[in-house]
Structures are given as structure tokens and as C-alpha cells.
């Protein structure tokens, strides 16, 4: 099936130590995208990338980082200098459809601190 | 700045009651697009309807309609007939393409929570 597989659904991270999550698609799509949610909040960008070997910070980058080495895969680390890691995050992927970009979602992952 | 707000928190109707979600948005931009998106219980988003700045025509898919007025830079989207598979968290969001650049980022509103009693 054609979309976008994130894992796991389920994480959680001990205090001080850091984690990955993934993302893959099989959309052929350029961009894509971190988005974190937090309880009763809107989504709010973590980090995207255009173009593989390349990405920029979104709205909230601090204690995390990407790479985009492979077209359909862009996997997001939580660092331990993220001081409230604790949300669920959303990975989407994005074709440019007339002037603008259409975004298609994962599935999610909830981090969850112990 | 740009800025989505959906002062809805909650909503809570009856099933085949209508029911209307507001969407506010605020942008300098001339060329910018307006989407709503549906996140059930499983939390993966739904894509639901992609409006541009230069198209104000409503649009009705179904039970769903949107109603884009630029004048008062809303985006409203209303369900005819609810029902309880409706039930879902709704977000609004602004994407930005002209001199703000054109990547595809999403500024999301709060979301509304509908919940559609049987």
C-alpha cells in the first residue's frame, strides 16, 4: 500500500537518554515533515526537508535533530536536551500539486517519558 | 504572523444535527492555502478538503461543506446530518505560498473536538 509507515507507535524513553523515530514513505514525495502535537494544541513543526541532504528547523528544533539521507526516509531524534519530549509525533510527506504542496500523514508515535 | 484559530474547543451534538466549525486565519500572504484535516481516535490525519486565496467557491462533498470568505478570513466547515462516525478531533491549517516561500509547512489551529452523540 502507497503512504507513510512511522515506528513504533508506542515509545518510551528514560530520562537523559535518546531515541529515534522513524519514517518512511513510499509516496515518491519530495518533502516531508515533523510535527509534534501536544494535548489540546495544534500540530507545530519540529523540522522539514525539501530535497534529500537537506532540512531546515521548523518552529520548536531545540533538542531535536533529522537527516534526510534517503528519499523516503527522514527519521527524527529525540535528544536529551529536549527537557519535555513527551507527545505524539506526526511525520508527514508532501508533492507540490499546482502552486502549492498537498500533505499526507503517518500514523504517529506517542513518546512517552518514564 | 501568521496564525490559525479555532475557538471551538469542544463541540458536542446529537446525531443528524448539523454542525459548524469556525476557522480563523491571519496572514500577510497573498498566495496562501486553507486545509482542514480529521484526526480520529488512531491519530493518524485525514486530508479533507485544500482551498487556495484565489478560489472563494464553497464546496460540498457529501455531508461536508466549506464556506471560504475572504473578507472576514474564514474558513468554515459544516456537517449536515452528523453521525457518530463523525466524532473526531478537526484542525483547520494555513500554508503559506508566496513571499513567505513555498514549502508546504502547515500552521495548524488548536483543533475542534466534535462529538456526535447517537
Known amino acids: 500500500d502507497g503512504g507513510i509507515t512511522q515506528s513504533p507507535k508506542y515509545l518510551f524513553r528514560k530520562e537523559g537518554q535518546n531515541v529515534t523515530l522513524s519514517c518512511e514513505q513510499n509516496l515518491n514525495h519530495d518533502a516531508m515533515y515533523w510535527y509534534r502535537q501536544d494535548p489540546g494544541q495544534g500540530l507545530r513543526l519540529i523540522y522539514y526537508?525539501?530535497?534529500?541532504?537537506?532540512?531546515q528547523k521548523g518552529d520548536i528544533a531545540e533538542g531535536y535533530s533529522v537527516s534526510r539521507e534517503k528519499k523516503e526516509s527522514f527519521p527524527l531524534t529525540v535528544t536529551s536536551a529536549q527537557k519535555n519530549p513527551t507527545a505524539f509525533y506526526l511525520c508527514a510527506a508532501a508533492a507540490p500539486r499546482g502552486q502549492g504542496f498537498l500533505a499526507f500523514f503517518g500514523q504517529g508515535t506517542r513518546l512517552t517519558v518514564v | 504572523a501568521q496564525k490559525v484559530t479555532q475557538a471551538q474547543t469542544e463541540i458536542s451534538v446529537v446525531e443528524k444535527e448539523d454542525v459548524t466549525l469556525d476557522c480563523v486565519y491571519e496572514t500577510r500572504d497573498t498566495t496562501y492555502y486553507l486545509f482542514w484535516y480529521k484526526q480520529p481516535p488512531s491519530g493518524e490525519l485525514v486530508f479533507l478538503i485544500r482551498r487556495n486565496s484565489f478560489d472563494e467557491q464553497n464546496e460540498i462533498s457529501g455531508r461536508y461543506s466549506w464556506n471560504f470568505q475572504k473578507s472576514t478570513s474564514s474558513f468554515n466547515f459544516t456537517i449536515t446530518a452528523s453521525q457518530v462516525v463523525d466524532s473526531a478531533v478537526y484542525f483547520c491549517?494555513?500554508?503559506?505560498?508566496?513571499?513567505?516561500?513555498?514549502?508546504?509547512?502547515?500552521?495548524f489551529g488548536q483543533g475542534t473536538t466534535l462529538q456526535v452523540k447517537p
Open positions: 526537508s525539501q530535497i534529500v541532504n537537506d532540512f
Open positions: 491549517a494555513l500554508s503559506e505560498a508566496g513571499y513567505s516561500g513555498n514549502t508546504g509547512k502547515l500552521i
